[in-house]
């Protein structure tokens, strides 16, 4: 797969990575400080959970519910059985969410998190927030990438090899069963939470 294939991908991880760098340089510059600390990496990995939440109520009351988002349900209709996976360029723009989604969902959450909890922690958390989103837009797209060279790569890392693939059986169940399976990435807390976990 070429560099331009994979350009959505570069565009929306590289929006929210400069997204995250900012909103941290801003919040040095503004209170020169930031906790690092065991609380600290607790925070992180809140952040973590708290964005495999997020993910499951935005996909499934937003992308899924009673006026379904038109691009995913357009993703659906590309990625069903047998086209699950493309090596198409032009399907694979509608893998990614749009590159202004993250910075606009950061801006909204890192002012509250401040606000209701100090800001010392917030870069902690929206560490755990960023980490978790890069690895949904990374291995959601080559999920949907035929042969890719990613996937030969994990299944080479024991133990990464069997987490990638129950990641992917669980997403081809979700393009099966729709109503099922809205996380992506594990533990899928939300999907537990809300009993829609389908094995």
Not at 145 to 150: L, T, Y
């Amino acid at each position: 797969m070429s560099f331009a294939s994979a350009k959505p991908l570069v565009i929306t991880t590289g929006w929210a990575t400069g997204c995250y760098l900012a909103a941290v340089g801003l919040q040095l510059g503004a209170f020169r400080h930031i906790e690092i600390s065991f609380r600290a990496l607790v925070v992180c990995l809140a952040g973590a959970l708290y964005t495999n939440i997020f993910e499951h109520a935005w996909h499934r009351y937003a992308m899924h519910g009673r006026r379904p988002d038109p691009r995913h349900a357009r993703h659906h209709r590309i990625f069903y059985g047998k086209g699950f996976q493309t090596s198409d360029s032009e399907a694979l723009r509608e893998v990614v969410i749009a590159w202004y989604i993250f910075p606009l969902l950061l801006t909204v959450h890192y002012a509250a998190f401040a606000a209701l909890f100090g800001a010392g922690l917030a870069p902690a958390f929206f560490l755990g927030v960023f980490l978790h989103f890069v690895t949904y837009e990374v291995t959601h797209w080559y999920t949907h990438v035929a042969d890719n060279g990613f996937d030969r790569f994990l299944t080479r890392i024991p133990g990464v090899r069997g987490l990638r693939a129950m990641q992917i059986r669980h997403h081809r169940l979700h393009h099966a069963e729709p109503m099922v399976n809205f996380n992506f990435n594990p533990p899928y807390a939300g999907d537990r939470l809300a009993r829609v976990l389908r094995r």
